[in-house]
């Protein structure tokens, strides 16, 4: 089991970037496939980005190809989500998740742990 806890949301103009950082506690974190995801209000919570534990496996959800770049420092035990080019609709509360199978999982009942959110929101 590891505790997450995400900083770094805040309010963006559009085209603006943030850096979402979820800093991680627990011995075993290295061991864990990590990702994101976002939940918009009213909506479902929704896959964002996918990293394994190696940090070798990357998986984006094509919404954000191209615009955001998942990466993890194990020594650090931290995971970081860069966002570039934000649009309107990238608007919601992230949240940091762990999951014991392999990287690139989608569905969020394969996630254990998760942080409790940051919420970004972006201008037009």
């Known amino acids: 089991q590891v505790q997450l806890v995400e900083s770094g949301g805040g309010l963006v103009q559009a085209g603006g970037s943030l850096r979402l950082t979820c800093a991680a506690s627990?011995?075993?974190?290295?061991?864990?496939?990590m990702a994101w995801f976002r939940q918009a209000p009213g909506k479902e919570r929704d896959f964002v980005a996918g990293i394994s534990w190696s940090g070798a496996g990357i998986y984006y959800a094509d919404s954000v190809k191209g615009r955001f770049t998942v990466s993890r420092d194990n020594a650090q035990n931290t995971v970081y989500l860069q966002m570039n080019s934000l649009k309107p609709e990238d608007t919601a509360v992230y949240y940091c998740?762990?999951?014991?199978?392999?990287?690139?999982?989608?569905?969020?009942?394969?996630?254990?742990?998760w942080g409790q959110g940051t919420q970004v929101t972006v201008s037009s």
């Open positions: 998740a762990a999951s014991p199978y392999s990287g690139g999982q989608t569905a969020t009942g394969l996630y254990h742990d």
């Open positions: 627990g011995r075993t974190f290295s061991t864990y496939a």
